[in-house]
């Protein structure tokens, strides 16, 4: 973000550039400094990974890998691909020798793992 000078209209200008953090493209935007911006809520949770599924897309005819994640009251969500690249790579890995907890952030309706790392069990 930089803010330039006032011009002869009298308002500084907001130059923001920001990532989408869903699919990593950029993107700038230039305001008046005295105008609100909507920012979006991201939440960030950690779950427990049990285990990693495969469906048959019929529009790409390839296979989705989905996980399998455990909530804090027990109950099962399934709606998260395994995401692809380096971080796919790393939750199958870290999924194939240890108990596995995945990083999902949320805004907007949206859902995306971003990272994993090994599970700490309470007892």
Same mark, same amino acid.
């Given at each position: ?30 305001? /008046? ?14 779950? *427990? ?11 790409? *005819? ?20 395994? /995401? ?40």
């Amino acid at each position: 973000m930089s803010t330039s000078k006032t011009g002869k209209h009298g308002h500084a200008k907001v130059h923001l550039v920001a990532l989408d953090i869903f699919t990593g493209r950029k993107y700038e935007d230039l305001s /008046p400094s005295t105008h609100n911006m909507d920012v979006p809520n991201v939440t960030r949770r950690e779950y *427990q990974l049990i285990d990693i599924t495969t469906e048959r897309n019929d529009k790409t *005819q390839k296979d989705d890998k989905f996980l399998v994640l455990m909530k804090d009251d027990g109950d099962t969500k399934e709606d998260i691909k395994l /995401p692809e690249g380096d971080v796919g790579k790393k939750i199958e890995e870290l999924f194939a020798e240890k108990e596995t907890s995945v990083i999902v952030l949320s805004a907007m309706g949206e859902e995306i793992a971003m990272d994993a790392k090994e599970s700490i069990i309470k007892t």
